[in-house]
């Protein structure tokens, strides 16, 4: 009998565990992206702003959460570079950018916690209109126009995650699934001449 090598049992074992780790950790194919959508750079007389929103980024599972008293956190990046053809590109900007949601099931009010707008508080009774505040950047500063030097070429990126669920004790073992409904955009680039 012709003993085989090593490698084949080894394959023979590790090709069908591969193929189901690959099976239950991809994402079913129907499943809906999240991404940035509705991307503006503008500017006043003195600063620049960036608008854009995430669409695709709640999911039944995430509403049921929130209505349930889960905080739920989105935070955007969004970071400003001059472009420099010989040289390292110069970061101008860097910014984190915080929304939170909650529920208070005593009043039943959506709280939502803008860090773009000062750490403000908006109370609403309607989850679509508690979502689109939660989805939304809207006339960022991102930085003063006095910055920027004139014929220069400037690259913007952005892109939204939701903040990882952090629960009390070793909940986080017992409610593992929670994290099936993290999100993450791909960074969305923007080329501007100023």
Known sequence: MKKRPFIYKSLKFALPVFFL????????????E????????????????AYFS???????????????????????????YEVRN??????????????????DNLKKVYIVRLSSKDNKKIYVKDF????????EIVGLKVTELRNLQRGNHYQISMMAELDKIR?????????????????????YTVDFRY
């Open 34 to 49: 999240a991404r940035l959508t509705d991307i503006v750079i503008t500017n006043t007389q003195d600063d620049l702003l």
């Open 128 to 135: 679509d209109e508690a979502k689109k505040l939660m989805s």
């Open 86 to 103: 010989w040289w390292w590109d110069r970061s101008i900007a860097d910014l984190n950018v915080s929304h939170e949601i909650k529920y």
């Open 21 to 32: 780790i690959g099976l239950f950790s991809s994402r079913p194919a129907l499943a809906a």
């Open 167 to 187: 629960l009390p004790f070793y909940f986080h073992y017992v409610f593992f699934f929670l994290s099936l409904w993290d999100f993450e955009t791909d960074w």
């Open 54 to 80: 995430v669409a695709e980024c709640f999911t039944e599972d995430m509403k049921r959460a929130i209505d349930n008293g889960v905080s739920t956190t989105f935070i955007f990046f969004v970071k400003l």
